[in-house]
């Protein structure tokens, strides 16, 4: 049995990922195909790698997830079979993989050149369907990652806003905004360790602050602005029964300090 | 093999309730899992519970239903399993039962107290993911609903507004407005059992009236605003080929009389 | 093991849908069920049966293809079981098999009349719950279909927007809009055969223009109009990185001519 899951900016709803899942099943009947969303904003790369890095390695071990956020469609930017941890990615090497790999790094990395696992002939403008959804199906019955092409050094990597912290302050950003309206920052509670959350921990975005890191959005009354840890381990910033991005006016990328006097 | 079905107001697309399936599908692979819907707006247990009695009973005996619509997440709500006809559910105990509890009360009322099953450490702001998911997944392998903690006695309630039958006259409310705009009552074909429902009845909704209820949206011309019977037994409101809610102005809760002479 | 695919104007999260899952999981629970789209907007046959044309054919053999786009439902239209090539399809008779039909002629039409497959009663307004679902968990089961009632003759037709080929111009028109906005034509690369696809190709639509139709979005810079084989062999006009749709102010069924001097 396999496991093979979805990640693409086509929008859900849109027959293109079922193109995908009709030629996955028409090679592997058995496989079980997860969507894992399809509502990445077009083209937009960050959005995938943070979402695979929040989502992924909560699938069984060996699951397969095809990634198919790919402005580059069609031009010479390779294609990759990836291990990372105990998952397995099929992904256009366009950075997809950099928030996972800052954890773990990848253990295999293979390019997909063998032409033998794919969908003969190739749309040049849909390769998640006619290249990564067969191998993902091949995969999933049992082929090794070798048989797929040569190894690749190296992934490609995106920016990421640091994490600067020093002894008073937590310098970090905005990394997503939920379907709550919720801002996830990259501030982890690792860089929380041993410091207060309670009143003393001050914390600023843009013209907004609050005191306090709370533990559940029901910490505090309705319409309130707080802090809170979110369930990716991460300070998140939440309006209560309200959506902070838009009360806010907030952003990806938008800069975000928690101070201690 | 078990069916678990999936109901939140996350939204299509959010990876929260992909990592719920990753969660599910970790502990037991061959789960069959069912979208029932992820598009309950932001925090409405009333829809969620409408859309429950709806559509629940329409899957097999011993379907696994979990419902993460939970504004008090992390609170002292408890957490339930019920066992309600032939059919589970996994729910914060905050009112998500309440309609299908009319017709059918549960037979077996447990708290989810017992850790064993649970996704450690819990994050209190997403138990959906750690709690609820888990706990799904091991029934569906078997275990029994006992071993998850102590019987509760009682679900928590909403207001839903009452049907008034009287001899020449009921009063219901819009209930739910779908997809296509239709207003659906609370107004039972029971309710309308031994009345005519030709041109003698006549329906008012706030300062718009239509005489008779139908068959089908096909029975009147385009455009033309009436009443039908609808595909769960309740009287409806629709504008033929058009969107009545959007047409009439027209909302949950609203008010909506058929008399007879 | 059978697979069912399911394309509905119901949108996506519709309660419907669940529905129309129930039903089938309790009478084939082992059917895998993958959802084409519901995203069809609301009642537009022609969009379902260029879907329908677009996708169905890329899953297996025998996939049972459940389509309910159906502003007719209740009246006195038929619903079809059709075998079109390898895939079978259960479909009110309005025109949604139009498309296909073009290419492969139905093998066997047969008129869903028999009533002992279905889900009794049988709203008027739901057919596609009361008749198809459960007709295609059956037809997963292994009925044959003759089972289901007598021989049809012939489908529903639709006008389609005639592609007109002569020796210095095609004339085609845009047969949909992807969720990129990209705007895909009805003209083939069989259309194109023979002829050059280089700068010697002037495309016109509505008032814009561009020269040469290229292999991949990523052939131009980026906000270049562009024209460009798509993913089903048709010519695409596509804005690099952006929304054509938008951008152009185009619309389903607007005259594409592509001219060479």
Redesign the interface.
């Known amino acids: 049995?396999s496991?093979i899951?979805l990640t693409t900016d086509?929008?859900?709803?849109?027959?293109?990922v079922?193109?995908i899942?009709?030629?996955i099943?028409?090679i592997n009947?058995?496989a079980?195909?997860?969507?894992?969303?399809?509502?990445i904003p077009?083209?937009d790369i960050r959005r995938g790698a943070v979402?695979l890095d929040?989502?992924?390695?909560?699938?069984?071990d060996n699951?397969i997830h095809v990634v198919v956020v790919d402005?580059?469609?069609?031009?010479e930017r390779a294609i990759l079979y990836a291990q990372i941890g105990c998952q397995q990615y099929i992904v256009p090497d366009n950075g997809l993989l950099s928030r996972l790999a800052r954890r773990t790094p990848p253990e295999k990395l293979i390019r997909l050149e063998n032409p033998e696992y794919w969908l003969e002939p190739v749309?040049?403008?849909?390769q998640g369907?006619?290249i990564m959804a067969p191998v993902a199906a091949h995969l999933g019955l049992g082929i090794q990652p070798e048989q797929l092409g040569p190894l690749a050094e190296s992934i490609g990597q995106l920016e990421w806003p640091q994490l600067r912290v020093a002894p008073g302050e937590i310098e970090g950003a905005v990394l997503e905004i939920?379907?709550?309206g919720n801002l996830v920052t990259n501030i982890t509670t690792d860089a929380l360790a041993g410091r207060p959350t309670d009143k003393r921990a001050h914390i600023l975005i843009g013209e907004h602050e609050t005191w306090g890191i709370y533990?559940?959005?029901?910490d505090q009354p309705r319409g309130t602005f707080i802090a809170?840890?979110?369930?990716s381990?991460r300070v998140?910033l939440a309006v209560v029964?309200g959506n902070a991005a838009a009360m806010l006016r907030a952003a990806v990328g938008e800069k975000v300090t928690v101070t201690w006097e």
């Not at 929040?54 to 069984?60: G, K, L, N, S, Y």
């Open positions: 049995m496991i899951t086509f929008g859900t709803g849109s027959p293109y079922a193109a899942k009709g030629v099943l028409s009947p058995r079980t195909i997860v969507d894992l969303t399809h509502d077009p083209q979402v929040d989502v992924a390695e909560r699938f069984p699951t402005p580059g469609v069609g031009t749309s040049p403008t849909f369907r006619d939920d379907s709550f533990r559940t959005y029901s809170l840890v979110g369930s381990n998140e029964g």
